[in-house]
């Protein structure tokens, strides 16, 4: 299969255009990440909100500009919040991304994340085994790390997407994102990525800012991939242990700029 | 209406009376900023404890030193363990602090907050959409970053003071703390204190911390509002982008002392 | 009462043993803390994985290679999930932690505690206060912070270890970790170590990760133990504020190797 690169100039523009509106991003999350992907969301300019509880989901889903649902420390009453926000998302008009943290090996959250599938997310971004295992393929995950590399999923998150109708992304050392036609492959970030815990799940909460007013979904979840993969690259030179790292992408996420994604992706 | 204005003097001695005494803060917050309050508490010089289960949140609140409550990411059972917490505060004599989050947009959160305004907290802390909110006026809030500026809440705060007894300090670019006679600015902080998540939410916790032992309350919590806002300038200069900056505002909590807060208020 | 000392070429070689195979460990912990502590097991080069669900934990727990149990945050839901989670490592053969915090004062999760001291934890890791009362002895604890000294605990901690057949641990300014018989001291650290929230919490996950094959489960806690102190320490040397340090913590548990425990426990 040949893929499509993303350029470095569509990209920047989207990045530009997201920025402009400071978008608001209702996040549903696991409780791990909640704190790093507001910071993240803050950093890079966007509004997040995590409102949690059944009796306001609905109502918050309706008022946010997008909505990110992320299963990784899913419960039962979360799940509940869960269906009332994307029902009212949906109702809405309001885009909303699906991040199947650890779908596959665990029967609880891999049925919740299918029965969000008929629910037909705008965007899923996920790693190789989670996209694998949401298209019903077999997978070498253990939990949170995948052990597929990403190119190893670009059938199946061709096949999800074309059966759910939201743009797919894979990301790994190679970003694949496609709306089951066209693919596009983003060649950046950072193994360091990996080692700070957050990064992948504050990603789809920013794929959820990007599709606010986005024209073309593909263009907009492939060009939040992007922003997220290039900052990465960029603060690992800057800090290349863990502990700085984790600083240094917020802290190049708020300096990110068109000019920086088209030097990286030119 | 004119203000009075804090005294780096005055804002010093209290610094230094809460700092010798390490007061326990129990901490019933949102999910978001759990980490994020525990460390500024204890980079200050206080504790912090987050105690949450409707089975013990009685017995800890009569214990510590000062609660504080943070509507955040309000659910039931946590309404429930709160409202336990306030009771037993109530009965101790334990103060206790309300940071009404996102009050205003959202019923089930704003009609919490009204409930608990009955159970007269000591002081409350809010941006200018949430302390309209709460004192019955029309707001621009879109949820926890506020659209009014802070002096357009002065009015209101000081009507919420004398109607339910509190403290009232509304932050902003401009701090306005007042008991609904007197009314104290504290012109200082920083635009990046809203580019990380928790800043305000952790300014309520100091702020419990500061209601321990005081005797002249306005003051305290004027002055814990001072203390957040010059550590937060300080922190900027060192470090001007939002990753750096959350860590050198932990930094500069440690290291603030009375006469920093004599130099940036005189 | 003759300590013995751990020597730096031991905890150098099951470091290495540790890192080598970047173990699996099921956390179930404190909202305070999930962050820190998959950022330490990441940093370390551990695998965190927070999967909480009543419906899922028992899978979980059978799956990863170690099981870390924190009651920080303890609900009637947590302590539910905590039950099948600990079930099924027992079934398993899985070695798991528990983390008493605040054990003492609060009859909720002290309670709780001594239920799953009949589950026969394969490791204990608290302070001096919460390790006395765990032991039925009476603590000058008031919450998350001891007020005693560890040595003061060795003899409950030896007492806890024959009762319950578990490697105790008592952190504090010395560690202490013992069998029941054999007493092993680690004199490294700094007080920073008590200024970040989550480092005690994040020690717990970090001993669950060097039970994961152990040959001998008094040497492997307590490599755990220098592993974090040592780490700590040189965190302290080139980061003396606790912003900074929580930072300079994480990376130094990336690069910390045998060769530093060597040079810093010899």
Redesign the interface.
């Known amino acids: 299969m040949t893929y499509l690169s993303l350029s470095g100039h569509t990209a920047g523009r989207e990045l530009n255009r997201v920025r402009a509106t400071a978008p608001?991003v209702h996040c549903l999350t696991?409780?791990?990440?909640?704190?790093?992907t507001?910071?993240v969301l803050?950093?890079f300019g966007a509004?997040?909100?995590?409102?949690?509880?059944r009796?306001?989901v609905a109502?918050?889903a309706a008022?946010?500009g997008a909505l990110s649902v992320n299963v990784?420390?899913?419960?039962?009453?979360q799940a509940e919040a869960i269906r009332l926000a994307v029902a009212s998302a949906n109702q809405a008009g309001t885009p909303w991304v699906l991040d199947p943290v650890?779908a596959g090996?665990?029967?609880?959250?891999t049925d919740f994340c299918r029965e969000l599938l008929d629910a037909r997310p705008t965007a899923i971004r996920g790693n190789a085994s989670e996209v694998r295992a949401l298209a019903g393929l077999a997978s070498a995950g253990?939990?949170?790390?995948s052990q597929d590399s990403s190119e190893a999923a670009v059938d199946a998150a061709r096949a999800l997407a074309e059966r759910c109708g939201a743009v797919v992304a894979v990301t790994g050392a190679v970003d694949y994102v496609t709306d089951g036609e066209r693919v596009l492959a983003i060649a950046a970030g950072d193994p360091l990525l990996?080692?700070?815990?957050?990064t992948g799940c504050s990603l789809s909460a920013l794929v959820a800012a990007f599709l606010v007013g986005a024209s073309d979904r593909l263009i907009a979840v492939a060009s939040a991939c992007a922003t997220m993969a290039v900052a990465g690259g960029l603060a690992a030179d800057h800090a290349p242990?863990?502990?700085?790292f984790?600083?240094?992408?917020?802290?190049q996420l708020?300096?990110i700029d068109s000019a920086a994604l088209e030097g990286a992706l030119s």
């Open positions: 608001l696991n409780s791990v990440v909640t704190n790093f507001a910071n803050l950093a509004a997040p909100a995590m409102v949690v509880a009796e306001e109502d918050f008022i946010a990784g420390t899913l419960t039962a009453p650890a090996p665990l029967a609880f959250r253990r939990g949170v790390d990996t080692r700070v815990t957050g242990m863990p502990g700085r984790a600083v240094a992408l917020l802290d708020s300096l």
